[in-house]
Structures are given as structure tokens and as C-alpha cells.
């Protein structure tokens, strides 16, 4: 299908691994965003992309989580030296759209997430 | 920040009924607010969604209100059927900033 696609789907770490989660935006969607969901609680913000640059990474936990989206299109979340704490669903979503742009699609289609078990 | 509150956290109607689900948030320089719909195993899905500059908005059976006087919007569902039974989230945004803010979600049971 065209939507937003995300690999793994579930991850198992051993506490003080390192964890690549991979999503795919649809084709042509400028923004791409990264959120952490835990169990019973509403998505929360991790981080923003306007094409290859990261526009926002305000809600990044801690410095052990690195975001990055080279070409513009694919987006890499590193998690490194996992923690129980990191346990959760992550979210990428994608949008046509630039934000501020009057008039434009601020739709933000999901991917399934990845689910991140951290022993 | 924005903070962004929903209400009731679970809901139970009979199938048929309306369901009402309210969220209040605290930043006027919010102007989108989505609702979306997830279910077991995925990803959040669009279902309705309003603009600061519009009160009110339908499509079929879903209506989303908005007061930006009062900052509370609220999502109505009439004639559920047991296929509306899932999560739901409320969300703000400011466009110019990008990121989404979300409630902690109702659990919605149509009961057949």
C-alpha cells in the first residue's frame, strides 16, 4: 500500500543495547514526525522533519535519542543504551504539507509504529 | 507548552446511542484540532479534524465542535454500531510549529 510504513513492528532489547527504528513516509511528504506512545497514553512528541532537516527535537528524552532523515525521505530514530524506561510504541506520521504554509494539508498520516520491549 | 485534557477517559453506550467525547486545551495559538481513531495493534487514524476559524464540522455520522472563546472542542457520534468501539485522541496543533499535542484518549465500547 502508499501509507506509512515502519520496521521493525516489535523490537526486544536487552538493556544497554542500541535500537535503529526505520519508517517510510509516504512518497512526497515533506514533514515526517516521530512520537512515543506508552501504554494506556496519548501520543507525545519526539521530533520533526521539514524534508532532511530537523526542525524541532524539542521532545527528545535525552541525548541518548538521535533522529535523522538524510535524504529527505527515510527516517532513522537511534535509541542508544536502551533503558526499561524507553519501553513504548513509537509512532513515525507523515504530512504533505510545510507548516505555516495558508491553505496547505496539515493531515499527519501514522504508520503502525514500532512496539520497543527493553529488558 | 501546550496541555491538551480529555474526558471521560472510558465510555460505554449501547449500540445505537451518541457518544460525546470533550477535550479542553490551554495555547490560543493552536489552530488545528484532529481526532483520531486507534484500534489494537495500530497507528492513529484521522477521522475528523477542525480549523480555528470554523465551530463546527460533519461527515456522516461524526461531528466535531469547536469554542475557541471557552479552548474546548468535542467529538459526537450518533447511531454508534460495535465497529466504533476503539481509542480515541483528541490533538492540537499550531501549524506554524509542526509538532501535535495529544490527550491521554477514551475508550469507546459500543455494546451490540
Known amino acids: 500500500g502508499a501509507g506509512v510504513s515502519q520496521s521493525p513492528r516489535y523490537k526486544v532489547a536487552k538493556r544497554g543495547q542500541d535500537v535503529a527504528l526505520r519508517c517510510d513516509p509516504i512518497?512526497?511528504?515533506?514533514?515526517l514526525f516521530w512520537y512515543q506512545q506508552a501504554l494506556g497514553q496519548g501520543p507525545e512528541f519526539l521530533t520533526y522533519f521539514q524534508n532532511e532537516a530537523q526542525l524541532d527535537k524539542s521532545g527528545l528524552p535525552s541525548d541518548r535519542f538521535f533522529a535523522e532523515r538524510p535524504e529527505g525521505s527515510v527516517s532513522t530514530l537511534k535509541i542508544q543504551r536502551t533503558q526499561q524506561e524507553d519501553s513504548a510504541v513509537y509512532l513515525c506520521?507523515?504530512?504533505?504539507?510545510?507548516?505555516?504554509?495558508?491553505?496547505?494539508?496539515?493531515?499527519?498520516?501514522f504508520g503502525p509504529g514500532t512496539r520497543l520491549t527493553v529488558l | 507548552g501546550e496541555n491538551v485534557e480529555q474526558h471521560p477517559s472510558t465510555l460505554s453506550v449501547q449500540e445505537g446511542d451518541s457518544a460525546v467525547i470533550k477535550c479542553t486545551y490551554s495555547d490560543s495559538a493552536s489552530n488545528y484540532f484532529p481526532w483520531y481513531k486507534q484500534e489494537l495493534g495500530k497507528g492513529p487514524q484521522l477521522i475528523i479534524d477542525?480549523?480555528?476559524?470554523?465551530g463546527e464540522k460533519k461527515d456522516q455520522r461524526i461531528a466535531v465542535t469547536l469554542n475557541k472563546t471557552a479552548k474546548h472542542f468535542s467529538l459526537h457520534i450518533t447511531e454508534t454500531q460495535p465497529e466504533d468501539s476503539a481509542v480515541y485522541f483528541c490533538a492540537a496543533r499550531n501549524t506554524n510549529a509542526g509538532k501535535s499535542t495529544f490527550g491521554d484518549g477514551t475508550t469507546l465500547t459500543v455494546k451490540p
Open positions: 506520521a507523515s504530512s504533505l504539507a510545510l507548516s505555516g504554509l495558508a491553505g496547505g494539508r496539515n493531515e499527519q498520516f
Open positions: 477542525i480549523r480555528s476559524n470554523v
Open positions: 512518497s512526497g511528504h515533506v514533514s
